[in-house]
Each structure stands twice: as C-alpha cells, then as structure tokens.
C-alpha cells in the first residue's frame, strides 16, 4: 500500500501538497561563525510539509559536506549559502523567496 497524504488524501507520489508548500515558503539562508573559525550554513524557514530530511540529505551530499538538523533547520558545515541557493531552487523553492 502506499502511503497516503494526511492533508489531500493522494497517494504521496500523486500529492503535490509539498510542491505548493515550497512555493510559498520563505527560507532564510544564513552563514554564522563557530568556534575555531568554522562557518556553518544554517537553512531555516522550512514549515511541517517539506521534508526537511530529504533536502538535507541532497545537500549534503551535493556538497559533500557534513550537518545535521536541529529544530527542522540545516545545518551543514562551511559557507555553502550560493550552491544551498541552487539546490533549493532545483527543488522547487521560489528563488524571490530565498533569503540569502
Ligand atoms: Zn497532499
């Protein structure tokens, strides 16, 4: 059986409640600085319908870089805010929405 979309009721590879989402979504890319001077991209803004996972696992692994996801933000390690920007625009996110 395939999994079914709470909000629509479709099957999840017919629902496009994640595209629409996407569109709509203000995300906030930013790069801050930890210890050691070690940059860290923070992706943010993300709301309970996009699979925040899955875009982190992309990311990571487009740029080949480690992270991890605390409070349903990215984190990924280094200065990636231009290539983050990319992805996300691949992935369906409104580039005049992308705060970088
Ligand atoms: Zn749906």
């Known amino acids: 059986m395939n999994e ?3 909000k629509c009721g479709l099957p999840k590879d017919l629902c496009i409640c994640g ?9 906030k890319i930013r790069v801050i600085n930890r210890r050691f ?3 860290v991209t ?3 803004g993300f709301d309970k319908n996009t699979d925040v996972k899955e875009l982190w696992k992309k990311m990571k692994s487009k ?3 480690g992270g991890t996801i605390r409070d349903n ?4 390690q280094g200065n990636h805010k231009e290539k983050v920007k990319q992805i996300l625009k691949n992935e369906g996110f409104k580039e005049e ?3 970088a």
Do not use: F, M
């Open 42 to 44: 923070i992706v943010s």
């Open 73 to 76: 933000e990215i984190e990924l």
């Open 37 to 39: 001077g070690k940059n």
């Open 97 to 99: 929405l992308i705060d």
């Open 19 to 27: 595209d629409i989402a996407k569109e709509t979504q203000k995300i």
């Open 4 to 6: 079914v979309c709470q």
């Open 63 to 65: 740029l080949a870089c």
